[in-house]
């Protein structure tokens, strides 16, 4: 008999790029799952792992979501007879009231809408993007500490065990 493979191990697994530094600069408030509209070769080189977000947002325009920013570097085999753009504005496929509701929240004072992370959902790419907020100096500080202090915690507790 096969043996289940766990929610947690599975989701790792359906990762394709995660944009670390949004959870570092911003609060991320709410999140949305978006589609993406891709090409062929941009698929399979998110298969071979080549996906990243570090610097990436989404920009509303004409009542559409689009992601700049990303970058997908195309293989040397599957681009061949493709002039490949790896920072080419790719599409966002949102629900109208998403959308709706993604704009409005921009126009107020100090809400940006980022990418937060790529990832598979069954054989479609999803980009998972977020209403931010940007973080103060004195917060990401705050952020560190608590973090530092939950490491020498857990270190703590594993050497009293």
Same mark, same amino acid.
């Given at each position: 008999?096969?043996?289940?493979?766990?929610?947690?191990?599975?989701?790792?697994?359906?990762?394709?790029?995660?944009?670390?530094?949004?959870?570092?600069?911003?609060?991320?408030?709410?999140?949305?799952?978006?589609?993406? +509209?891709?090409?062929?070769?941009? +698929?399979? &080189?998110?298969?071979?792992?080549?996906?990243?977000? @570090?610097?990436?947002?989404?920009?509303?325009?004409?009542?559409?979501?689009?992601?700049?920013?990303?970058?997908?570097? @195309?293989? @040397?085999?599957?681009?061949?007879? +493709?002039?490949?753009? @790896?920072?080419?504005?790719?599409?966002?496929?949102?629900?109208?009231?998403?959308?709706?509701?993604?704009? &409005?929240?921009?126009? %107020?004072?100090?809400?940006?809408?980022?990418?937060?992370?790529?990832?598979?959902?069954?054989?479609?790419?999803?980009?998972?993007?977020?209403?931010?907020?940007?973080?103060? %100096?004195?917060?990401?500080?705050?952020?560190?500490?608590?973090?530092?202090?939950?490491? %020498?915690?857990?270190?703590?507790?594993?050497?009293?065990?």
């Amino acid at each position: 008999m096969a043996k289940k493979t766990t929610k947690k191990k599975r989701a790792l697994t359906n990762t394709i790029a995660l944009n670390k530094r949004a959870k570092f600069d911003y609060h991320l408030e709410e999140r949305f799952e978006a589609g993406l +509209v891709l090409e062929g070769w941009e +698929v399979k &080189s998110m298969r071979a792992g080549k996906a990243q977000l @570090p610097d990436s947002y989404v920009l509303l325009r004409n009542g559409e979501a689009w992601l700049l920013g990303a970058t997908i570097t @195309p293989l @040397p085999s599957a681009s061949t007879h +493709v002039v490949a753009d @790896p920072q080419r504005t790719r599409k966002l496929l949102l629900h109208s009231r998403e959308l709706a509701r993604l704009f &409005s929240a921009t126009q %107020q004072k100090g809400f940006a809408c980022i990418a937060t992370a790529l990832y598979w959902k069954g054989n479609k790419v999803k980009c998972e993007i977020a209403l931010a907020k940007g973080k103060k %100096q004195y917060d990401k500080r705050a952020d560190l500490k608590d973090k530092d202090w939950s490491r %020498q915690k857990a270190r703590l507790m594993k050497q009293t065990l």
